[in-house]
């Protein structure tokens, strides 16, 4: 279906706050974690460190000017060759807005910003079960099957 209204999809820069702010919102919705991406939200000078940094990346879907959909990615740099990858850490569009081509609008512009860093490759985890990630994923690039492991950064004094 498309959709009724333009999207605009721009970068997000430090002069942006209220935008990251309106992001931070839309992942919080359409993830269910209202609570992680609300209430302990960054300062003012933290995000603006972030989004002058040169790794992060911060895409905002607009419609009438209003978040509808974002990515928030980094790049990581490599140490084995002089390139780059990107990393798509968030993705989300908003319930009312899905299946109107966002989510692919958003890739399409994160490429873009891949090609300008000279990055090789962007990758993305996406969870069993999500479904209409997985679909999106596999009809724009190859799938991986690998194990995500988190570690607890508290150190004992233990060698185990």
Do not use: W
């Amino acid at each position: 279906m498309p959709p009724s209204e333009p999207i605009n999809i721009c970068q997000l820069s430090a002069n942006d706050l209220p935008l990251m702010e309106g992001l931070l919102t839309t992942f919080g919705e359409a993830f269910d974690e209202v609570d992680t991406y609300g209430s302990f939200r960054p300062s003012t000078a933290y995000l603006k460190r972030l989004l002058s940094s040169d790794y992060f990346i911060a895409l905002a879907a607009l419609k009438n000017g209003a978040v509808v959909g974002g990515i928030a990615a980094y790049e990581l740099q490599k140490f084995e060759q002089e390139r780059s990858e990107i990393y798509i850490y968030d993705l989300a569009v908003a319930a009312a807005h899905r299946r109107e081509g966002i989510a692919t609008a958003l890739i399409q512009e994160l490429k873009k910003i891949a090609v300008a860093r000279a990055a090789y490759v962007i990758f993305v985890q996406a969870d069993l079960g999500d479904d209409p990630a997985i679909g999106l994923y596999t009809k724009l690039g190859v799938r991986e099957d690998v194990l995500h492991f988190d570690i607890d950064v508290t150190v004992s004094d233990d060698n185990t």
